[in-house]
């Protein structure tokens, strides 16, 4: 009897410690970003730039360089917006009206690629952040150490608001890791405002 009350309380400790761990750490490559990890960010919202939605983007604490207040560049009935936060922090926000195969469409662009090598750190759906590492090729005699080793990490994403699809992408030339891991967040903040009528 007195064996089976140990057992039974083994299995009881074991299932308090399984479910009180359980949700209190992010998985190495989940894509969700949890409250704690937006603490050097702040709300700004695109709605007076025609665009219905919030984002969180870095302050002056995330130690990027970052000025206090984000910067929008929109010509009147354009479809594309330039965010930047300091001097740093660059974000392209694309209106693509109803093609809701952007993420795609970029995927087949970057397979087509024949002087870069693509290594995707997030490739989902609606949401790429990757590397990019320029391949250098020479005479297969010349020594290893030829050439300089070209890297940049770029992301990319889609949000459909109002039944529109935006595009937020880093610039061409990327960045950065660090500078593109804040860009992936505060891509992933998105979110509509929802107005009532």
Known sequence: MKKQYLIFSFFILLLFVITSCNGQKKEENSLEILDD??????????????????IMLPDETANIGASTEPEIKHSEDDFRWELMVGPNFHMII????????????????????????????????????????????GEKSAPKSVGLVHKSYHVFGQKVINNITYVFRSRDDGFEKMIIELMAKSIRSVKPINEKV
């Open 37 to 54: 990890e937006l603490y050097e960010f702040k709300g700004f919202s695109l709605k007076n730039y025609d665009i219905p939605a919030t």
């Open 94 to 137: 694309d209106d693509w009206g109803d093609d809701r195969e952007m993420v795609k469409e970029e995927k087949r662009k970057l397979e087509g690629l024949k002087f870069y090598k693509i290594k995707y750190i997030y490739n989902e759906a609606d949401f790429i952040m990757y590397e990019r590492i320029l391949t250098v090729d």
